[in-house]
């Protein structure tokens, strides 16, 4: 099964996030999905996280749920060209790496803005999509 990674679908930040992620995973390794779509609210709720928690972003790997920056550094392990480097930071103590994450995940929209609609794949990027 692939790594499922969970995004806010109106966030223009996870939105190139996902856009980065697909043009650097060339062995088609992770399936999206928004966590605005059923397919996550029914995912997420067998792990017990309020399908309301929309600034996390969500790694569902081999059975296992990561959130925030270990989601983020796991997936980057998995990506072409040197990202992988950046898994290294995973050292660096979880609730460090999160108070980072959340600070930016608290001014994504202001930073970054959002869209009024969830981002639409493309059809050749369709299928790595989950509804």
Not at 42 to 62: C, Q, R, V, W
């Amino acid at each position: 099964m692939h790594p499922i990674i969970f995004f806010d679908g109106i966030c223009n930040l996870c939105n190139g996030a996902v856009q980065f992620t697909i043009k650097r995973d060339h062995k088609n390794i992770f399936h999206f999905a928004s966590l605005q779509s059923e397919y996550a609210t029914e995912k997420i709720a067998l792990f017990n996280i309020a399908p309301e928690n929309l600034d996390s972003f969500i790694l569902l790997e081999n059975g296992k749920v990561y959130q925030r920056s270990t989601a983020a550094l796991r997936v980057v392990r998995k990506l072409n060209g040197l990202w992988p480097l950046l898994y290294g930071f995973i050292i660096i103590p979880r609730f460090i790496r999160d108070a980072v994450y959340n600070y930016i995940a608290k001014n994504r929209y202001k930073w970054f803005g959002k869209q009024e609609s969830c981002w639409m794949p493309t059809l050749e990027l369709k299928e790595k999509f989950l509804d």
